[in-house]
C-alpha cells in the first residue's frame, strides 16, 4: 500500500496542518465573555440616556448581572387576583421586566411606549418567544389603574387583552425586594408626590437571573432581540439569528451590542478549518483507494 506522502509532498501536508493549527487558534482565541468589557454600567452613562431631569440623591442602576430575583414575593395582577411573581414567569421562556409606576406623569410612559414600539418590531413573538412582565413600585396603585394601563398599551401593539402581558402590584416590602435584587434605585418625593427613578429595561433568563440592562427610553430591536436570545441560551429565535449574534457583543460602555471582529474572526477560522478538513480527508481517502489497487 503507497504512502500518503507518495502523491501529496510532505511541503503541501506541512502548509495545510499550519493552517489548520492556525484555524484552531483563532477559534478559541478570546472569549466572547471577554469583549467588549463588563460590570457596572457608570451612572452618568444612565443619566445621560434616561431623558430624566437633573440627578436626584439616590436614583441609580447597580447591576445584579446573573443575580437572581425574588420568585417568591407576591403580587396582585391587573385582575385582582394574588399572584407569585415565579408563577408569572414561565421557566422556557426568557422576561422582559419593567419597573414604573402607573400614574407617572412623564418618563415611565416614555419607557413603556418604547417597549411597545420595540416589541412591534423585533420578530419574536411575545408569549411564545419571551414573556414581559411591568411591576409598579408604587404601592399606592391598583389592579383597575394596572388594568387600563395594560389596555392601553396591548391596543398600541395591535394585541388583544388575553396577551401575556402581566401588569402587577403590590405592597411595599415585596416591591422593595425585587428592586433591591435588580439594583433599581428609586425615591419618592413627597412634595410633587412623585417617584424619581431610572429609565431602564430588564432582560431575565428563563430560570430568573438577570442577564441584561437596557437603558433609556428608545431601544434598538436589534439590542433588544439579541438581548433575549442571550437570555434564552440560544432557545428562541431562528439559527441565522444566533450565527449573527456570534459577530456581535454588548458594550457596556455605549449600551449597545456592536461589531464583534472575534466573532466574526472565528466563524471565520471554523469555516476554514472545515474547508482544510474536508482536503485532508479527500487525499486520504484517494491514497486509501489507490493503496487497494496496488
Known amino acids: 500500500m503507497r504512502s500518503l506522502y507518495v502523491h501529496t509532498t510532505p511541503r503541501t501536508l506541512r502548509a495545510l496542518g499550519f493552517l489548520a493549527a492556525a484555524a484552531l487558534v483563532l477559534a478559541q482565541a478570546t472569549p466572547a465573555s471577554a469583549m467588549p468589557g463588563g460590570g457596572k ?4 452613562i444612565v443619566e445621560a440616556d434616561s431623558d430624566a431631569p437633573l440627578p436626584v440623591r439616590g436614583v441609580d442602576v447597580e447591576e445584579h448581572l446573573g443575580e437572581p430575583i425574588p420568585l ?15 408563577d408569572v414567569m414561565p421557566k422556557t421562556r426568557p422576561t422582559v421586566l419593567t419597573l414604573v409606576y402607573y400614574s407617572c406623569p412623564m418618563l415611565c410612559n416614555l419607557v413603556i411606549n418604547g417597549q411597545v414600539s420595540v416589541m412591534r418590531e423585533l420578530g419574536l413573538e411575545l408569549g411564545k418567544d419571551y414573556e414581559a412582565v411591568t411591576l409598579s413600585i408604587d404601592p399606592q396603585d391598583t389592579p383597575e389603574l394596572s388594568s387600563e394601563r395594560r389596555r392601553k398599551y396591548l391596543q398600541g401593539m395591535g394585541k388583544p387583552e388575553t396577551a401575556p402581558w402581566r401588569f402587577l402590584t403590590g405592597t411595599e416590602e415585596n416591591i ?4 433591591d435584587a435588580v439594583g ?15 429609565a431602564v ?14 437603558y433609556g427610553t428608545t431601544f434598538p430591536a436589534k439590542d433588544v432581540k439579541f438581548a433575549l436570545l ?22 457596556t460602555a455605549t449600551r449597545r451590542y456592536g461589531f464583534y471582529i472575534f466573532g466574526f474572526i472565528r466563524l471565520g477560522a471554523l469555516a476554514v478549518f472545515g474547508a482544510l478538513a474536508t482536503m485532508l480527508i479527500y487525499f486520504w481517502r484517494r491514497e486509501l483507494k489507490k493503496g487497494a489497487t496496488t
Open 41 to 44: 454600567t457608570p451612572r452618568a
Open 72 to 86: 417568591e414575593t407576591r403580587f396582585t395582577d391587573e385582575q385582582g387576583q394574588e399572584v407569585r411573581l415565579g
Open 176 to 179: 422593595r425586594k425585587v428592586a
Open 184 to 198: 433599581f434605585k428609586y425615591v419618592y418625593d413627597a412634595s410633587t408626590k412623585q417617584y424619581a427613578h431610572p
Open 201 to 214: 429595561v430588564m432582560v431575565l433568563t428563563p430560570e430568573g437571573s438577570i442577564s441584561r440592562y437596557l
Open 230 to 251: 442571550e437570555a434564552a441560551g440560544g432557545r428562541v429565535g431562528t439559527s441565522f439569528d444566533r450565527i449573527v449574534l456570534s459577530c456581535f457583543k454588548y458594550d
